[in-house]
């Protein structure tokens, strides 16, 4: 063994060359895959800011629809006698309001006796004996006698956006389908 064997020297420069090479394309890597968990990371915290807002948005979009209804004031046991209270708090009219007494759901709007169903206006009109208005104005209210009527009360109206409500003998607001049977 004498001296070197030059003839193996270019490929053991070729060898070292391409060990550089791949410890510089190792290192590269550890970098790109640093890179992409930081970019998942930013990516996931604004897909949570993102959906955070997106549920802010809903939620402000369902208090503007509900805005007006919840402004429909409903009281009983008003006054000395067993009166029924409701007033229009809102800015707007509400349209189509229908008080319904009972259990049983008439097929017309015509008055029955016992469980029945009333279709309100103002109540100089009830009072007159006119017929009453689609439209009750913003800040009208009206009383209505509880005293006979026994079983469940139910109103309805339709908004100033058009979309059905319904509030229960309990207070509870309900958006009401068109379709969905009840008056």
Partial sequence: MGGIDWGDA??????????GAAYYARGTLKSQQKQIREQQQFIAEQSMNLALEREELRQASVERRERQARLVHVEEGYGERNLGFLENGSDAPIYDLVIQFGNEVPATGAPIIGNRRITYGPTSQLAAGLLPRAVFGAGEALTFDLKHEAGKRLITFRDD???????????????????????
Avoid: D, M, R, Y
């Fill in 161 to 183: 956006a058009g979309v059905n409500w319904s509030i229960s003998q309990h207070g509870k607001l309900e958006e009401v389908s068109q379709g969905s049977g009840t008056p």
């Fill in 10 to 19: 270019p490929t053991w420069a070729a060898g070292a060359f391409a060990a």
